[in-house]
């Protein structure tokens, strides 16, 4: 018989933790710890897996214009009005938390600093899941409202983002002193990565309150260069790497609806199959793998897809 | 690399004093500047005139660790003075060192096990310091299954294959080498290898490029461990910068601060 042989790690993952209880100066229901692996994923009997991945569900303050069909299926009758669409999320499909994704704030559409801070303010109010909030992408702009919004949710322990190499001096200031945590994104560059989490924590910022978004890409479009960054991060952490050893946060939905695979329309390939089905399926074959590769936190959109890969999540965790 | 700091040792004229006068102050400095620098465990050594090693010792070791929470490297050559200190210290301490000799092994794998400690092996014997890679390798051997035989664990046994000075066995140099990639293949899973740096630059001129170049080509034949200055900023630089080429940290624009981040 071959003997199993089972890795001794010397080191794990940083455990991040995301949103505050009342008892702790928030407002959320419970929070959500992410992080604290002690092996490879789903290798139970080699280490701890303390922490089992979550799903964010993603909620726009703005109606997002190149959603294909079958999302807006789901949304078209609550994303007109953010709150509305949390709501639904929270309590038609039981969402871990809620990844608030400012798009409205682009030059291009315009939305005011103040807006989004009354948003802010009334989430708070009807919403008690934690909260992932994330700029447009636009650093001027992002500068200028999500130190407000940092401010607005103060002790809430939210999950903000995102910086990059070139800009993360501001943000990285309020998340600091407002008690929330960050994420740094890299472009599909463990160099890049590594190099961040230093710069993020040379001013201050404890390496715990770090999460690395490595950049992913969808099913076909680059999954396998971005499974092995993720691997290669994974292994120096586990193997006492401190700097990098940060739970990792993918953004599945935006990459997979990209794919033209999962947004085409049934009649434009019409022997592709059913988009009802092709596009869920793009979106859980993607998320299902960056698991495999050590994914913590996965944002998606396709409520058909969250549910199976939650059940993958739990099926794998009652062995 | 696993470093060991080298220089609390009572052959250097200012610790000498301070053990005498049992000035904690100057010891604790020590302690605490080469933890700074980067060492991961330190090196204690009464030297070689303390009148009293066996209350000097255990004096090391709870002034060190009033101040430092890193294991200690207990070295003497004197099994009683070893137990002294390994009686008093509260992380897993590394025993430096026993010999290939029988009768020293007896009584140090013992002592090891007993106080749940590292061990250094010396590839030495009472015949003497061993010509070749093949007698250092026969040497680690007997080493290796004295602590196989008594059930000591060989991950934590580290041998040494006893570094020469360069400018009295340069033919050496090469063997020495050698060996610390050999040791590894002894057994499995493999015992971990050290090296006591300084030795290689003694009476030479230029020690510092010396103990950083032998440094750097022993990190490239797989070497675990030394016992160095911590304190010589150019050689720790050169050591992380060797584990960086051989793939053992992640690159970044700031790699020598990352490593002194862990």
Same mark, same amino acid.
């Given at each position: 018989?071959?003997?199993?042989?089972?890795?001794?790690?010397?080191?794990?993952?940083?455990?991040?933790?995301?949103?505050?209880?009342?008892?702790?100066?928030?407002?959320?229901?419970?929070?959500?710890?992410?992080?604290?692996?002690?092996?490879?994923?789903?290798?139970?009997?080699?280490?701890?897996?303390?922490?089992?991945?979550?799903?964010?569900?993603?909620?726009?303050?703005?109606?997002?214009?190149?959603?294909?069909?079958?999302?807006?299926?789901?949304?078209?009758?609550?994303?007109?009005?953010?709150?509305?669409?949390?709501?639904?999320?929270?309590?038609?499909?039981?969402?871990?938390?809620?990844?608030?994704?400012?798009?409205?704030?682009?030059?291009?559409?315009?939305?005011?600093?103040?807006? *989004? &801070? @009354?948003? #802010?303010?009334?989430?708070?109010?009807?919403?008690?899941? /934690? +909260?992932?909030? %994330?700029?447009?992408?636009?650093?001027?702009?992002?500068?200028?409202?999500?130190?407000?919004?940092?401010?607005?949710?103060?002790?809430?322990?939210?999950?903000?983002?995102?910086?990059?190499?070139?800009?993360?001096?501001?943000?990285?200031?309020?998340?600091?002193?407002?008690?929330?945590?960050?994420?740094?994104?890299?472009?599909?560059?463990?160099? *890049? &990565? @590594?190099? #961040?989490?230093?710069?993020?924590?040379?001013?201050?910022? /404890? +390496?715990?309150? %770090?999460?690395?978004?490595?950049?992913?890409?969808?099913?076909?479009?680059?999954?396998?260069?971005?499974?092995?960054?993720?691997?290669?991060?994974?292994?120096?952490?586990?193997?006492?790497?401190?700097?990098?050893?940060?739970?990792?946060?993918?953004?599945?939905?935006?990459?997979?609806?990209?794919?033209?695979?999962?947004?085409?329309?049934?009649?434009?390939?019409?022997?592709?199959?059913?988009?009802?089905?092709?596009?869920?399926?793009?979106?859980?074959?993607?998320?299902?793998?960056?698991?495999?590769?050590?994914?913590?936190?996965?944002?998606?959109?396709?409520?058909?897809?969250?549910?199976?890969?939650?059940?993958?999540?739990?099926?794998?965790?009652?062995? | 690399?696993?470093?060991?700091?080298?220089?609390?040792?009572?052959?250097?004229?200012?610790?000498?004093?301070?053990?005498?006068?049992?000035?904690?102050?100057?010891?604790?400095?020590?302690?605490?500047?080469?933890?700074?620098?980067?060492?991961?465990?330190?090196?204690?050594?009464?030297?070689?005139?303390?009148?009293?090693?066996?209350?000097?010792?255990?004096?090391?070791?709870?002034?060190?660790?009033?101040?430092?929470?890193?294991?200690?490297?207990?070295?003497?050559?004197?099994?009683?003075?070893?137990?002294?200190?390994?009686?008093?210290?509260?992380?897993?301490?590394?025993?430096?060192?026993?010999?290939?000799?029988?009768?020293?092994?007896?009584?140090?794998?013992?002592?090891?096990?007993?106080?749940?400690?590292?061990?250094?092996?010396?590839?030495?014997?009472?015949?003497?310091?061993?010509?070749?890679?093949?007698?250092?390798?026969?040497?680690?051997?007997?080493?290796?299954?004295?602590?196989?035989?008594?059930?000591?664990?060989?991950?934590?046994?580290?041998?040494?294959?006893?570094?020469?000075?360069?400018?009295?066995?340069?033919?050496?140099?090469?063997?020495?080498?050698?060996?610390?990639?050999?040791?590894?293949?002894?057994?499995?899973?493999?015992?971990?290898?050290?090296?006591?740096?300084?030795?290689?630059?003694?009476?030479?001129?230029?020690?510092?490029?010396?103990?950083?170049?032998?440094?750097?080509?022993?990190?490239?034949?797989?070497?675990?461990?030394?016992?160095?200055?911590?304190?010589?900023?150019?050689?720790?630089?050169?050591?992380?910068?060797?584990?960086?080429?051989?793939?053992?940290?992640?690159?970044?624009?700031?790699?020598?601060?990352?490593?002194?981040?862990?």
């Amino acid at each position: 018989m071959i003997k199993q042989h089972l890795e001794n790690w010397s080191s794990e993952i940083n455990t991040v933790t995301i949103g505050a209880t009342k008892e702790e100066g928030g407002s959320c229901r419970y929070n959500i710890k992410i992080g604290g692996e002690k092996t490879l994923p789903f290798l139970f009997k080699e280490g701890s897996l303390p922490c089992k991945p979550v799903i964010a569900y993603e909620v726009w303050d703005t109606v997002p214009s190149d959603w294909p069909q079958e999302l807006v299926r789901f949304y078209k009758d609550v994303w007109t009005n953010p709150i509305d669409w949390a709501e639904k999320v929270v309590k038609e499909y039981h969402a871990d938390l809620i990844c608030l994704k400012l798009a409205g704030i682009h030059p291009e559409i315009g939305k005011t600093p103040d807006e *989004i &801070a @009354k948003l #802010l303010g009334e989430i708070l109010r009807k919403i008690d899941v /934690p +909260l992932i909030i %994330i700029g447009c992408g636009d650093d001027q702009k992002d500068n200028l409202v999500l130190p407000i919004c940092s401010q607005v949710t103060k002790g809430q322990r939210c999950l903000i983002g995102e910086v990059t190499q070139d800009n993360y001096r501001t943000l990285t200031a309020s998340v600091l002193a407002d008690g929330h945590n960050i994420i740094a994104q890299s472009p599909i560059d463990i160099n *890049i &990565a @590594k190099q #961040l989490n230093i710069l993020i924590s040379d001013m201050g910022l /404890p +390496l715990e309150r %770090i999460v690395i978004d490595p950049t992913v890409g969808a099913l076909g479009y680059g999954l396998e260069y971005t499974y092995s960054i993720m691997e290669r991060l994974r292994l120096a952490g586990l193997n006492g790497d401190k700097v990098i050893a940060s739970p990792f946060i993918c953004f599945v939905g935006q990459e997979t609806w990209r794919a033209k695979e999962a947004k085409a329309e049934d009649s434009e390939f019409p022997q592709w199959g059913k988009a009802s089905r092709r596009g869920p399926l793009w979106e859980m074959i993607t998320a299902v793998t960056l698991l495999q590769a050590g994914a913590d936190i996965l944002v998606m959109r396709h409520p058909e897809a969250i549910r199976k890969v939650k059940e993958y999540i739990e099926l794998a965790y009652s062995v | 690399m696993f470093i060991i700091g080298e220089l609390i040792n009572g052959m250097y004229k200012e610790i000498g004093k301070a053990i005498k006068e049992k000035n904690k102050a100057v010891i604790q400095d020590y302690a605490l500047k080469q933890i700074k620098a980067g060492a991961d465990a330190l090196d204690l050594n009464c030297g070689p005139v303390a009148k009293d090693p066996l209350s000097d010792m255990p004096w090391l070791v709870e002034t060190v660790q009033q101040v430092v929470d890193k294991p200690l490297c207990i070295d003497s050559s004197k099994p009683k003075v070893i137990e002294a200190g390994l009686k008093v210290a509260k992380n897993k301490p590394i025993i430096n060192s026993t010999t290939a000799d029988l009768e020293k092994l007896e009584i140090l794998v013992d002592l090891a096990k007993r106080y749940n400690a590292k061990l250094i092996g010396l590839t030495l014997s009472s015949k003497g310091v061993p010509q070749n890679k093949e007698q250092r390798l026969e040497l680690a051997a007997q080493i290796v299954a004295y602590c196989s035989e008594k059930d000591f664990p060989i991950e934590d046994l580290y041998l040494d294959p006893v570094v020469l000075p360069v400018n009295v066995a340069q033919a050496q140099q090469k063997d020495i080498l050698e060996s610390i990639h050999e040791f590894k293949i002894i057994s499995e899973p493999p015992p971990k290898t050290i090296v006591g740096l300084s030795n290689v630059s003694q009476g030479t001129h230029l020690r510092k490029l010396i103990n950083r170049t032998f440094m750097v080509m022993a990190v490239a034949f797989g070497l675990d461990s030394a016992i160095l200055d911590p304190l010589d900023k150019e050689l720790m630089d050169a050591i992380i910068t060797a584990e960086l080429i051989l793939n053992k940290h992640i690159y970044c624009d700031s790699f020598l601060e990352a490593c002194k981040k862990k």
